[in-house]
């Protein structure tokens, strides 16, 4: 082990020195309001956090995993359905259809951006396909436009997965405001995260706002809080989330900057490296870099050197969705997505995070040259 400091993988804790006067306040406002569910925090949060994001309208939910079922669920998606969603993401995209009684599809990705690739979604549409779920995956925006015109000839509903590409620009447009409904994660780790479990939906549609925040909260309707007009969910944003959440929304942007600050030291530094450095920036796009995954087929013999020089590092995801117990019954079989398989063999994602020095990203760049020399 090395005798300097472990370069760690993320380090909320930085985050917190900085912002703890304001989050102790905004706890402290919420515990004073005596409103924990449903007051001004949450409505302040989702108009701020739809300004941001470039989107009409937000709607809080209490995870992204529930934002997206709310999603699917307020575009008609239901029992006999099925959702195409990637085979490379995280578990929670898949299970959206399930909890709804409908089937995942799974999609393979394209081997520059590891998102959903359009030409497989088209080959493997059937028609119980009601919506599709592309990932906008490691804060990468995948590449819509395909995926948009299959959704449109076909009639597909689109939610786009934002869970880890907060503030992310797809050729100069917001992710979030492509498809019907963007679907975000504010879990701790996440560009935006609470001190807990939170989500929420963008929409452009006034009509689809009221009747996912509708879901959310227990089917209520405008006539009060026992009006159920319909079956809903208790998938709200708590106050004291949504308050946390708007101090730290006002720095978003800044370490958004950061994040990619520390790409850019990486790709500078890496360049000629026999690596696989992430997809550069199409025009007028954003990563966000929620991860910023290397891919070597040297894949694990790199992380163990990383590891003895103090430098942390992930996997995301060590397996593509169709080989995970989870999914069993779809009934596939390793090989039946190649692209993903890849990915999980050999992506690597090394530490990056807004708080992160320039002389931590230079010690991770020497890892990782270290290691090819
Ligand atoms: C791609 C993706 N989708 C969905 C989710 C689910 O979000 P949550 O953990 O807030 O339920 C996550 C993160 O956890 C994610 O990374």
Same mark, same amino acid.
């Given at each position: 082990?090395s005798a300097e400091?472990v370069?760690p993988?993320l380090d ?8 703890r006067?304001e ?10 309001s005596?409103?924990f569910v449903?007051?001004?925090e ?6 701020e956090?739809?300004?941001a994001s470039?989107a009409?309208?937000a ?5 992204g !995993?529930?934002a997206?079922?709310v999603a699917?669920e307020?575009?008609g998606?239901?029992?006999?359905d099925a959702?195409a969603v990637p085979?490379f ?8 259809p399930i909890e709804?009684g409908a089937a ?10 590891l ?8 080959r493997?549409?059937t028609?119980?396909?009601k919506?599709v779920i592309?990932?906008?995956?490691y804060?990468?925006?995948?590449d819509?436009d395909?995926?948009?015109a ?6 597909? #509903?689109?939610?786009?997965d934002c ?24 879990y701790?780790s996440?560009?935006?995260g609470?001190l807990?479990?939170a989500g929420?939906?963008?929409t452009?549609?006034?009509e689809l706002a009221?009747l996912?925040?509708?879901?959310r909260?227990?089917?209520r309707?405008?006539g009060?809080?026992?009006d159920h007009?319909r079956v809903?969910h208790?998938y709200r944003?708590d106050?004291?989330q949504a308050?946390f959440?708007?101090v730290?929304l006002a720095?978003l942007?800044?370490w958004?900057q950061?994040?990619?600050?520390? !790409?850019?030291l990486y790709r500078?530094?890496m360049?000629?490296l026999?690596?696989?450095l992430p997809t550069a920036?199409r ?6 870099y ?6 070597s087929?040297r894949?694990?013999?790199?992380? !163990?050197?990383l590891?003895? #020089?103090?430098v942390k ?8 969705l169709?080989?995970?117990g989870?999914?069993r019954?779809?009934?596939?079989r390793p090989g039946d997505?190649?692209?993903a398989? #890849?990915?999980?063999?050999e ?17 991770v760049? !020497?890892?990782?040259?270290?290691f090819?020399a």
């Amino acid at each position: 082990m090395s005798a300097e400091p472990v370069v760690p993988l993320l380090d909320l804790k930085r985050q917190y020195a900085v912002l703890r006067p304001e989050l102790q306040a905004a706890a402290q406002r919420v515990l004073d309001s005596g409103i924990f569910v449903m007051g001004p925090e949450g409505a302040a949060f989702e108009t701020e956090f739809a300004a941001a994001s470039g989107a009409k309208r937000a709607v809080g939910c209490s995870s992204g !995993a529930q934002a997206l079922t709310v999603a699917l669920e307020a575009l008609g998606v239901g029992p006999g359905d099925a959702v195409a969603v990637p085979a490379f993401t995280f578990l929670a995209t898949a299970v959206a259809p399930i909890e709804l009684g409908a089937a995942p599809i799974l999609v393979d990705v394209s081997p520059d951006g590891l998102t959903m690739d359009a030409a497989d979604l088209e080959r493997r549409l059937t028609p119980a396909v009601k919506a599709v779920i592309p990932v906008h995956l490691y804060g990468r925006p995948a590449d819509m436009d395909p995926i948009l015109a299959v959704a449109k000839k076909r009639g597909l #509903k689109v939610v786009e997965d934002c869970a880890q590409s907060h503030l992310g620009l797809y050729k100069g447009r917001p992710i979030g405001t492509l498809g019907d409904f963007g679907a975000f994660s504010f879990y701790p780790s996440k560009n935006l995260g609470a001190l807990g479990d939170a989500g929420a939906l963008t929409t452009a549609s006034d009509e689809l706002a009221v009747l996912a925040a509708s879901l959310r909260n227990c089917g209520r309707g405008p006539g009060g809080h026992y009006d159920h007009p319909r079956v809903g969910h208790n998938y709200r944003l708590d106050e004291l989330q949504a308050a946390f959440l708007r101090v730290k929304l006002a720095r978003l942007l800044e370490w958004t900057q950061g994040r990619r600050r520390v !790409a850019d030291l990486y790709r500078a530094g890496m360049a000629g490296l026999p690596v696989g450095l992430p997809t550069a920036d199409r025009p007028g796009d954003r990563q966000v870099y929620h991860v910023f995954s290397l891919r070597s087929d040297r894949r694990d013999a790199l992380k !163990a050197h990383l590891e003895s #020089k103090g430098v942390k590092t992930g996997v995301y995801y060590p397996d593509p969705l169709h080989t995970l117990g989870a999914l069993r019954h779809l009934g596939h079989r390793p090989g039946d997505f190649p692209e993903a398989e #890849k990915a999980a063999r050999e992506a690597l994602a090394l530490p990056i995070f807004p708080e992160m020095t320039d002389a931590e990203a230079g010690r991770v760049v !020497a890892a990782v040259r270290s290691f090819f020399a």
